[in-house]
Every structure is written in structure tokens, then in C-alpha cells.
């Protein structure tokens, strides 16, 4: 059998980052353009060539062909069976493009989507396209394996989370295994038969090329349920497709960068939800240091506030850690806990502090938008992040829009209280609110604006420039300007979808 792992051309305003996104976003810039890694798409394409199948890494996003490329090679190919993995705001694009590939392949090309959109309304894709398989959870590596076995006759049933149409047109599903897979088991990534190289350059979470991804853990190990029995944030589009946190040994990790290394990559960001601490973390950096990695190769994480001591960050960074990811979303404290976020501000600061001392390079999200938030709400949260940049505590940020992704406890919540301005999927990219809040789209779009206005405060170009000992300190801030003032440009209150320039 042959298996294509596909990401096809898109039509929109940008390159859709589609894969390793919690939360999906076209990426504007004018100047530069990248695509992320996509890791578990990867697994599934390394288990299957494992297993006996030719696979074929598809990925017309990243390579920037066109949608009459991806025919061609489906054809030439004589593909089975394709695989996409799709998110909310180009879930329709996915079903069109579905359409046309069974309308011309009828009777041979099997679909399949994946994903955390259509783990949400598995059903939704078979009433509304050709699909022939969705494949819910976030262990579609497992679970698409188990499906090709099935179709090519080595396992005799589908497992859990595997919906499709019976000879009768009915609708019908495994159910979902909550306790997901056991990740000490899931083989290495075959980085060549996935193509790294095409995903390694303009990342904003990485200061050295070439560069690539890894993800030791699904998802984050923060599992407080929220008031609808969800266990972690509540915007979070991952609660859904990780439903219980696994994470491999530090030895697999330690083993990954090692042959990581050999390809000459010089930096790893693991995309993990929040990456592994106490044991396994001290076990992890002291492997980097013995193995002498940390020679080699920096490394980035996202991490939670308050969850190390000032001690683990000096370690960390002992251990060859450069940059660390923290979820601030808001300064007011009613929000962070009504996000179910488990932290406070005053953590947060301190975190990033100690990191920054510990000489690690800290960046914080933040989210505005929120239905019960006021334009003063927001405002203090603007001026918080300008004060963690006065104070030297962060190197970057992300600003965005708040999102309510089908899935997650908050759009649950949405739909309740009747927030949720519109219902069409293409409006959920981050780029304009689609929930009601007490501000205006201008009002919004400003605040996420005056965030990055922080980027050019003099005490911060003032640091960045002390801060520059070699060039590669020089081209990462000239690209963080760039990615700043693209940011300014996604945000303007009026601005004109195009088409993105590799689907042409």
C-alpha cells in the first residue's frame, strides 16, 4: 500500500501554520515565510514505513507547490491512501479539496483527516465531505497505522478513535481510549523520509540553523479538570486530542538529539506542552552535560510558571537550554483562573526572572479579547509586558487573538452564553475576534498592537544591542524586528486577504 502524509496548497492571506499549532494562524510576513515541523505526522509517517509501507511526505505547504502538482504526483504515484491533518479555519478548504481528489480518483484514493478539529466533531467531516476515515486523538501516528493495517489485512478491526461510513451510509465509531498510547514505545523520527530541512529556517523559537522540532510528551502535565471535567487550560485546542499526559524517557530524548546532532543541527525547540520537570528533568540535563551535547546543540521548551526552582534554571542552561516558552494570556487574575490556568502573575514574573539570570532567553504569550475582559483589563496586561520587557525579564512575545476552538471547555462555554459572533470556520484564524467582548475590533486590534510596541522601547534595543557578541546575534534580532513589524501588519484594523503566494 501507498501512503501519502499530505499538506496541500491552501488558499489565504499567508502560510497557514498548520501543524505543531495549538492555535492556527496565517503568518503574514512580507519578507520572510517558514512552516513548523510537523512531529506527530512525522511518527505516523516513520511507523508506517516501518511497517512495511511506502510513504510519501507530501507536504505542498512547506515545498510550495500547486494543487495541480499534488494531483499529478497522486497519479504518477498511483497513491492509496492520503492522510491531512486539519485544524478549524481551512477544515472547509480540506473537505473541498477531499472532493475534488475522490472525484478524480473515484473508487481508488482512500481519505483521511486528522486532527484536533475533527476530534471534536468527528462526524461532522463524513456528513459534510467524501472522507472515508477521520482518525480522532492526538496518537494518529498510532491509530493511522492501526487503520492501514486494517485496510491492507494484517489487523483484523479498527481500534479506538476511528470513525467512517458503513456499507449502509451510516455514520459509525471505535469510541476514543482516554488513557492514550505509551510513548517508550513509538520509534525514532526518520527525519530525511520527512523532509526536516524544508521546515528549518525563519522560526521565531530558534536563534541557530538549521534547526528542527521534537515532542517527548503529550501533551502538558498540568490536569486539573476544569468545571466541565476537562483537564488542562481551557482554550487550549490539545485538551481534546491528549486527554491524559504521557512522556517518554529522558534517555529517548537524550538519543533523538544525539542523532539529531549527526545531521548538524544546531538548535531543537521540544514542543511538548509543558516540558517534563523534577526527576526527569534533572536526569534529561544531566545526560545533556555527560553526553556533551550541550557542546553541539541549544534546546528550547515551553514551561509553566512557578513550576522550577532558581537552582533547575542555572541546570537547564548548563545543559545547552537557550530559549523557554511561558503562557502568561492575561494579568488579571480572574482571567488565569478562569482559564484554568493553575498560576498567577507574580509567579510568572518570577520565572522569568530567575531564567533571564540563569542567562536562558525567556518569550511569553498573551491573549486578549477575553468576553468578560474591559479595554482597562487589557490595558493592564499591555503594561505589565512592557514592564517584564523594560526590566530585561523577557527577550520576546507573542500577542494574539483569543480563540474558541470546537473542543475546548471554552468554546463550550461560548456557546452557552451565547459569545460566539459567528460560526463560520474561515473567521477562526486569530486574525479578528469571533467572540463578543466588551471592546471594539479596533479597541482590540490596538491593544494586541501595543504590545509589540514594546519591541522598540530604547531600554530594550539598548540591551539587545550590549547583548550582541557574534553574528548570529545580529541576524536573529534583525528577524525578530521583521517578525514584529509583520505582527503590526496582522493586526491592522482593515487589511485585504490575498492569495497565498505557493498555491498560485
Not at 233 to 258: A, H, M, N, Y
Not at 360 to 387: C, N, Q, S
Amino acid at each position: 500500500m501507498k501512503i501519502a502524509i499530505c499538506y496541500p496548497p491552501l488558499y489565504g492571506p499567508g502560510v497557514p501554520l498548520l501543524s505543531q499549532n495549538r492555535q492556527f494562524q496565517w503568518y503574514r510576513s512580507p519578507v520572510t515565510s517558514y512552516v513548523i515541523y510537523p512531529v506527530v505526522p512525522a511518527y505516523a509517517a516513520t511507523a508506517l514505513k516501518k511497517n512495511g509501507y511506502d510513504v510519501y511526505w507530501l507536504d505542498y505547504v512547506a515545498e510550495r507547490k500547486s494543487y495541480q502538482e499534488l494531483v499529478d504526483t497522486i497519479r504518477r504515484e498511483q497513491i492509496d491512501l492520503i492522510a491531512m491533518e486539519t485544524k478549524t479555519p481551512v477544515v472547509k478548504q480540506h473537505w473541498r479539496i477531499i472532493n475534488d481528489l475522490k472525484r478524480q480518483f473515484s473508487g481508488r484514493l482512500t481519505c483521511v483527516l486528522m486532527g484536533d478539529h475533527v476530534t471534536a466533531f468527528p462526524e461532522e467531516s463524513l456528513r459534510r465531505s467524501k472522507v472515508d476515515y477521520v482518525v480522532t486523538g492526538g496518537d494518529f501516528d498510532i491509530r493511522l497505522l492501526n487503520l492501514a493495517n486494517y485496510l491492507s489485512g494484517k489487523e483484523k478491526s479498527l481500534k479506538d478513535g476511528i470513525y467512517y461510513r458503513t456499507s449502509a451510509a451510516r455514520i459509525e465509531g471505535t469510541g476514543g481510549d482516554k488513557r492514550g498510547h505509551n510513548l517508550e514505545n513509538v520509534p525514532m523520527i526518520d527525519r530525511e523520509l520527512t523532509k526536516w530541512q524544508l521546515y528549518s529556517g525563519d522560526n521565531g523559537n530558534f536563534k541557530y540553523k538549521p534547526n528542527t522540532y521534537t515532542m517527548i510528551g503529550r501533551d502538558c502535565w498540568w490536569r486539573r479538570p476544569s468545571g466541565d471535567g476537562k483537564a488542562g487550560c481551557t482554550f487550549c485546542s490539545w485538551t481534546s486530542i491528549f486527554p491524559t499526559w504521557r512522556v517518554g524517557k529522558p534517555e529517548q530524548l537524550l538519543d533523538e538529539i544525539g542523532s539529531l546532532i549527526k545531521l548538524g543541527i544546531k538548535e531543537v525547540f521540544d514542543d511538548t506542552g509543558t516540558f517534563p520537570v523534577g526527576e526527569w528533568l534533572q536526569t534529561f540535563c544531566r545526560g545533556m552535560i555527560s553526553r556533551r551535547y550541550n557542546k553541539h546543540i541549544t534546546v528550547g521548551c515551553n514551561m509553566r510558571a512557578g513550576a522550577l526552582k532558581k537552582s533547575e534554571f542555572m541546570l537547564m542552561k548548563r545543559a545547552g537550554f537557550r530559549f523557554i516558552l511561558y503562557g502568561l494570556e492575561s494579568v488579571n487574575q480572574n482571567t488565569i483562573d478562569r482559564l484554568n490556568k493553575g498560576t498567577t502573575p507574580e509567579s510568572l514574573e518570577q520565572s522569568v526572572r530567575w531564567a533571564k539570570e540563569a542567562g536562558l532567553a525567556p518569550h511569553v504569550t498573551i491573549m486578549f479579547g477575553y468576553p468578560w475582559e474591559t479595554k482597562e483589563d487589557a490595558g493592564r496586561t499591555v503594561r505589565f509586558a512592557h514592564h517584564l520587557y523594560r526590566e530585561g525579564y523577557i527577550d520576546t512575545l507573542q500577542a494574539t487573538i483569543l480563540m474558541p476552538y470546537p473542543g475546548t471547555s471554552l468554546y463550550d462555554e461560548a456557546k452557552k452564553n451565547r459569545w460566539l459572533r459567528t460560526m463560520n470556520y474561515d473567521k477562526y484564524d486569530m486574525s479578528q475576534p469571533v467572540l463578543k467582548c466588551p471592546m471594539s475590533d479596533a479597541e482590540l486590534k490596538h491593544v494586541v498592537q501595543s504590545c509589540y510596541h514594546a519591541f522598540w522601547s530604547p531600554e530594550y534595543i539598548i540591551r539587545r544591542l550590549k547583548a550582541v557578541r557574534k553574528i548570529d546575534d545580529i541576524t536573529f534580532a534583525g528577524f525578530q524586528g521583521i517578525k514584529y513589524v509583520s505582527k503590526l501588519l496582522d493586526f491592522r484594523h482593515k487589511h485585504r486577504d490575498t492569495v497565498a503566494y505557493y498555491s498560485k
